[in-house]
């Protein structure tokens, strides 16, 4: 069978990946093409478009890039009709994605949907749209179930991906010493920064991670690089700061962390999986009074968080738009590096979460699924 991707982000190309190399196994003569980036071109060299051409952050952005995006879709559906693929795998990224399901279905190409649009987040008016247009929808956070359940639409919820990707990890990272060693660090204790893999994401996030990182001379940071961000956009972040750049194993620097700063995103479940404790951070273009409105008008949940949404409580500080200050978010990173207690009930809550994940498997059970209902 021939199957045609579409991943529009770092996160979705690891899980589209995991996907391709599961779907390989159960199905011998598979065919693939897809939008995504270096993980999924590593199991199959069929990469029309990468991801970092396609991510755009807020409205501003979206708005700026328009005649970009517009040739992208073009693109993806003249060499969606050129490949004739059996079905349409679409991972995440709505905006892109919920309008190839749109042309694909009317093309009379099946849909199956990998990793749900947050509609549940903000936009759940989008479920009209699934309904309408995507045959059959694969979720991965345990509380989507229930979403859907109260729209009359069945899903098949596969489990996380990233289960698997962080236990493989577990089972060879190096030692604390091994790590220090090779990347010629002190002792002093570790705090990570995950400002994003997008370009937008680091220009209004990490300078408040730098502004923290100057209150602590006991703790030496360390930014993580997106893999697809230039060094050159750091380095003008940081205004001379010396504080190095990652590049390596993200996973690595994370679990030999004290403590991490994170931006909201796929980062913030993978953070609680490695059980580092962390602080979430949000914020995009625009001033507190867009913020307050937008909040208002579209966010339909109580965290920005997934470690927050999946054990529905706050497990982990979360500081969005005017919230991300300075003079708000130090007090929780003081008791993040120096108060056990807080950093214990932060290790409980991880726990949790963890049962509520369940174990590695999830691209193999959707491969599995999708080749069945394929094959009928």
């Avoid at 729209?151 to 990707?165: A, F, I, S, T, W």
Wanted: glycine residues 6%; hydrophobic residues 40%.
């Amino acid at each position: 069978m021939k199957y045609y991707l579409i991943a529009g982000e770092a996160s979705g190309d690891l899980h589209g990946a995991n996907l391709i190399k599961e779907l390989k196994d159960a199905e011998k003569e598979a065919q693939f093409r897809f939008f995504g980036g270096g993980l999924m071109q590593a199991e199959s060299d069929n990469l029309v478009k990468h991801y970092k051409e396609m991510a755009f952050m807020g409205l501003w952005d979206v708005v700026y890039n328009i005649r970009t995006i517009r040739r992208n879709m073009e693109l993806c559906k003249m060499d969606i009709l050129a490949f004739n693929p059996d079905v349409l795998i679409l991972i995440d990224y709505p905006g892109f994605n919920m309008r190839m399901a749109e042309f694909a279905k009317k093309s009379g190409i099946k849909v199956f949907y990998f990793i749900s649009p947050k509609i549940w987040a903000w936009k759940e008016w989008r479920i009209k749209k699934i309904k309408a247009y995507v045959d059959e929808m694969f979720t991965i956070l345990p509380f989507e179930t229930g979403f859907y359940k109260k729209h009359n639409y069945n899903v098949h919820y596969v489990g996380n991906p990233l289960v698997e990707k962080i236990t493989t990890f577990q089972e060879k990272v190096s030692t604390a010493e091994e790590f220090r060693k090779k990347n010629k660090l002190d002792e002093c204790p570790i705090v990570s920064l995950l400002a994003g893999s997008r370009k937008g994401e680091i220009k209004m996030i990490l300078p408040l991670m730098l502004e923290l990182s100057d209150c602590y001379p006991d703790f030496q940071f360390i930014i993580s690089q997106g893999p697809s961000v230039p060094e050159e956009l750091y380095k003008k972040v940081l205004g001379g700061r010396n504080i190095p750049l990652f590049q390596g194993e993200t996973y690595e620097l994370v679990s030999h962390s004290h403590a991490a700063l994170v931006t909201s995103g796929t980062a913030t479940l993978e953070t609680a999986l490695l059980n580092t404790p962390q602080i979430v951070l949000y914020k995009f273009r625009g001033n507190k009074h867009f913020g307050k409105w937008f909040r208002k008008t579209f966010i339909k949940i109580k965290y920005v968080s997934l470690p927050n949404l999946v054990v529905d409580k706050e497990a982990v500080k979360e500081f969005i738009m005017e919230e991300m200050t300075l003079e708000n978010v130090k007090p929780a990173m003081d008791k993040l590096l120096n108060d056990q207690g807080f950093r214990n009930k932060i290790y409980e809550d991880y726990a949790q979460l963890k049962e509520l994940m369940g174990g590695p498997g999830a691209a193999k059970r959707a491969a599995l699924k999708m080749v069945e209902l394929l094959v009928g």
